[in-house]
């Protein structure tokens, strides 16, 4: 999938579930929403690798599941660089919107990165 495809879809899955979860996770506008994407795709890029070189060891003996606590670690780093635009109440909040997020790229990637192409059987 395009990078500007998964910032558009970032942004727009930030404000359904700052709608759903909106107790615990506030974003400001569409724009902070866009803006978030982008951050966070940076971050993505650039300090995540490195996190999960360090955190290598207790990945495996996790058996992966530790690379949810790296993924909620980078949106509550995002939210620090936004600021009180963005925010979550608690790390809790932040892991939970990073798994909710993680399964929805997941079914979205399925549909917009293989297009459509139906089979003429």
């Not at 930030?14 to 929403?33: D, K």
């Not at 995540?48 to 495996?60: D, E, G, N, Y």
């Not at 992966?64 to 608690?90: E, P, Y």
Request: aromatic share 10%; glycine share 6%; net charge positive.
């Amino acid at each position: 999938m395009k990078a500007w495809a998964r910032i558009l879809i970032n942004a727009v899955l930030f404000m359904a579930l700052a709608g759903f979860l909106s107790t615990s996770f506030y974003v400001a506008s569409p724009w902070i929403a866009l803006l978030a994407s982008v951050v966070l795709s940076v971050l993505n890029a650039l300090v995540k690798p490195v996190l999960q070189i360090l955190s290598l060891p207790i990945t495996v003996v996790t058996l992966g599941l530790f690379s949810i606590v790296i993924n909620g670690a980078m949106l509550q780093l995002t939210s620090m660089l936004i600021g009180n635009d963005f925010h979550f109440s608690s790390f809790g909040t932040a892991l939970l919107v990073a798994v909710l997020m993680s399964l929805c790229n997941a079914v979205i990637s399925n549909y917009v990165g293989h297009g459509h192409k139906q089979s003429k059987e």
